[in-house]
């Protein structure tokens, strides 16, 4: 979680002209407070992040998220800056926005995790549910399941939480399988692709087709707010898929679409995990800026060249020189047949089966 890597894509974004102020407008976030952290976190829980005590109950102090001078501050900070997003779309003074620091999904309402202090998606769902939002869908692409996020709204039906992540089985946080469907009236609003170890562009963008676009366009959001750790890339050090940047990016581009279609473009979107800091992480996110500003930059692009000797000279790291991962992006579609011998096939089964049926949607077909 270096901030070297926002830093890099900040930097990144400003050399190739997407932070262009004709299409974007940059706010600073502010630092939430604490009636505003209380709408979906335990005030105990916020007490104890501020005291930056050590803290089992509450996740704090832990080997996946150390407590540190200032930690309040800047999770705070990070939430405050997609609250902020989320007011923006309430008051009508903008329809999408982008902020690459958050994505914090593993901070559960009362326990930190996974380097995750304060659910900032989570935050901005209830600002956005609060000011008379009917629904949202959080699309949550991360390598890792989005525990926290899926805790907070289990039992609410006016959300769905959908992640597509590497199986619990081989990966932290150990959890997101599909049975896990949420409860009462919002049983179904919770939706999990567990794709096996090793999966990459093709078997990761073939899920999200079977399974997303489907129950998107049924459960008729008026806002999708996404998460975008880009973990799952191939050179990540603490995923075991192997997607590209190429793919990144085509999932981004799904989710806008999506916006497009559905919620007449009302989109939040957010960073998460991403520990390929120098290669990958400046470049992903990067990709989406531009994409949420309606201005996509084409594959096999050149990084600037001002940007790759800032890295080097900076951090020592040489940069990459194009924007993408030249490799061919091609994926099967689910309507081509379903293979029984194809573990993400049956992955992506079991989540059609445990879900579409509540949708009244055919497991089998669309």
Not at 180 to 200: K, Q, R, S
Request: proline share 6%; with cysteine; net charge negative.
């Amino acid at each position: 979680m270096d901030p070297v890597r926002l830093e890099l894509t900040e930097r990144l974004a400003r050399q190739m002209g997407v932070l262009n102020p004709e299409r974007i407008r940059l706010i600073a976030p502010e630092i939430a407070d604490d009636d505003a952290l209380a709408a979906v976190h335990d005030p105990a829980y916020i007490a104890a992040v501020k005291a930056e005590e050590v803290s089992t109950e509450h996740g704090l102090g832990t080997e996946d998220t150390p407590v540190f001078e200032g930690i309040h501050e800047g999770a705070a900070r990070i939430a405050g800056g997609s609250l902020q997003l989320a007011d923006a779309l309430i008051t009508g003074t903008a329809v999408r926005g982008v902020n690459f620091a958050g994505g914090m999904h593993h901070a559960a309402a009362a326990k930190a995790g996974g380097f995750c202090v304060y659910n900032d998606a989570a935050l901005a769902i209830r600002r956005l549910l609060d000011s008379g939002t009917r629904r949202a869908v959080y699309i949550d692409v991360d390598a890792h399941h989005g525990d926290g996020t899926q805790s907070i709204f289990y039992e609410d039906p006016q959300v769905m939480t959908i992640s597509l992540h590497q199986t619990g089985v081989t990966l932290y946080p150990g959890t997101g399988y599909p049975n896990e469907l949420g409860t009462g009236d919002a049983e179904g609003t919770a939706v999990n692709i567990a794709v096996p170890p090793g999966t990459g562009d093709a078997g990761f963008l073939r899920a999200f087709h079977a399974v997303v676009p489907q129950l998107v366009r049924t459960f008729e959001p008026e806002v999708i707010i996404s998460q975008h750790g880009c973990d799952s890339h191939a050179q990540d050090p603490l995923s075991d898929l192997g997607l590209s940047i190429d793919g990144q990016r085509q999932l981004a581009l799904d989710i806008e679409h999506l916006s497009t279609e559905v919620t007449e473009g009302r989109w939040i979107a957010t960073g998460g995990g991403g520990y390929s800091v120098y290669d990958v992480v400046p470049r992903a996110w990067t990709h989406l800026t531009a994409i949420a500003a309606g201005d996509p930059i084409p594959l096999k692009t050149e990084t600037p060249q001002g940007w790759r000797d800032y890295v080097e000279q900076r951090y020592g790291e040489k940069a990459p020189a194009l924007m993408n991962d030249e490799v061919e992006l091609w994926w099967r579609s689910w309507e081509l047949g379903y293979d029984p011998e194809d573990s993400v096939d049956r992955a992506v089964m079991q989540t059609r089966k445990e879900i579409f049926p509540l949708h009244g949607l055919d497991p089998w077909f669309d």
